[in-house]
């Protein structure tokens, strides 16, 4: 079975950004005959710092991720993280993503659930994989039809964070599709002076030991210049290396 791909940047910071990011999406799907859904966060409401940029709102930012569909008629993913925004972002997106320091919010599971979309639930930097079936239960109680788990590694003192893969696994114990967050899986939270941090050199190899524990999809941020973007710089991976990294990950080696 083909995994699932999830790719864009990681906060909406021009249409120009997007259309350049969904102009690559869709030839990457025309080239692999893959289906990428195309990711970006209309507001990064859980930056370190008040000056941070967060995005342009919900209002603006989902009328773009609507322009994005309507011309390249790629799938949309984005992250809510208030229960009203649940409804208006479910008339747009085909998943709705839970970030993780939200996942055990309930009204926040159960509004998204409400939607019929499919939901999209990170695992908290503070929760074990077998952790995250009380989420699902949830969602699934609130009627979700199809529930996601992603995996974005552990908190590990201060400024870093580390993957036990065996999360993977045990959440496929619980529902049948777990996505590797690939780039914010190499954060350093906080370790950048008011900023996160991180190292984007290590984002193949997550990509493939994921792989080897049996993930089911695999998530990507990505940017064209990913060192000038305006959220987790350090942690995107160049919009130009995607296509060689899907490749080998749908290869049968």
């Known amino acids: 079975m083909q995994p699932i791909f999830i790719a864009g940047p990681c906060v909406i910071e021009s249409a120009e950004l997007l259309d350049t990011v969904a102009t690559e999406l869709?030839?990457?799907n025309q080239e692999l005959h893959t289906d990428i859904i195309f990711k970006a966060s209309f507001d990064k409401a859980n930056r370190t710092s008040i000056s941070s940029f967060r995005g342009p709102g919900i209002e603006r930012?989902?009328?773009m991720l609507a322009d994005v569909k309507a011309k390249h008629h790629l799938r949309l993913l984005t992250d809510i993280h208030e229960a009203w925004q649940a409804a208006p972002v479910a008339e747009v997106?085909?998943?709705?993503?839970i970030p993780a320091f939200l996942c055990r919010q309930t009204d926040l599971l159960?509004?998204?659930?409400?939607?019929?979309r499919t939901v999209n639930i990170k695992k908290a930097q503070f929760l074990s994989g077998q952790d995250m079936r009380y989420p699902v239960e949830k969602a699934r109680d609130a009627g979700a039809n199809e529930v996601w788990l992603t995996e974005r590694g552990n908190s590990f003192g201060y400024n870093n964070l580390v993957v036990d893969f065996r999360n993977?696994?045990?959440?496929?114990?619980?529902v049948p599709t777990v996505i590797m967050d690939c780039t914010h899986s190499v954060q350093r939270p906080g370790g950048g002076g008011g900023k996160t941090s991180g190292d984007r050199r290590f984002v193949p190899s997550m990509a493939l030991a994921?792989?080897?524990?049996?993930?089911?999809?695999?998530?990507?941020?990505v940017h064209p210049t990913p060192d000038l973007g305006l959220s987790d710089a350090a942690n995107m991976l160049e919009l130009s290396k995607l296509e060689a990294l899907v490749k080998e990950l749908t290869s049968q080696s």
């Open 210 to 221: 994921a792989k080897a524990f049996g993930a089911t999809g695999y998530f990507f941020e």
């Open 168 to 174: 993977i696994p045990d959440m496929l114990d619980i």
């Open 93 to 97: 997106c085909d998943v709705l993503q």
């Open 26 to 28: 869709v030839r990457i």
């Open 61 to 63: 930012g989902l009328q």
């Open 110 to 116: 159960v509004a998204a659930a409400k939607t019929g």
